[in-house]
């Protein structure tokens, strides 16, 4: 079974990181693209971040750009999105979405996703 689960969310005060993780099963991440979206209450989701398969294009959300970092461990089917300096707005609940096209996985198209994990900044 195709899987992808995302731990890591919390609950943390403003400025404070926290780190999540998205674990794939049932299939190799090596040909994958990978993003991280987040949707917050009343609003659209949106992509955060998305990695190509081979790591070499990275691209960011213009409001986290200098605070989130995505990374990928293929051997061990791990991506993860590090995040540093969290305001309240970036509350939301984030989920990671794998496709082999990049450009589908950026319009939200992707072909798997993960339940998704709260996380909450408070002021």
């Known amino acids: 079974q195709l899987q992808l689960v995302e731990s890591g969310g919390g609950l943390v005060h403003t400025g404070g990181s926290l780190t999540l993780s998205c674990a794939a099963s049932g299939f190799s991440l090596d040909t994958y693209a990978i993003a991280w979206f987040r949707q917050a209450p009343g609003k659209e989701r949106e992509a955060v971040s998305c990695?190509?398969?081979?790591?070499?294009?990275?691209t960011y959300v213009d409001s986290v750009k200098g605070r989130f970092t995505i990374s990928r461990d293929n051997a061990k089917k791990m991506v993860y999105l590090q995040m540093n300096s969290l305001k309240p707005e970036d509350t939301a609940v984030y989920s990671c979405a794998a496709d082999r096209s990049h450009n589908a996985l950026v319009a939200g198209l992707g072909a798997y996703w993960g339940q998704g994990t709260q996380v909450t900044v408070s002021p």
């Open positions: 990695i190509t398969s081979s790591g070499r294009t990275i």
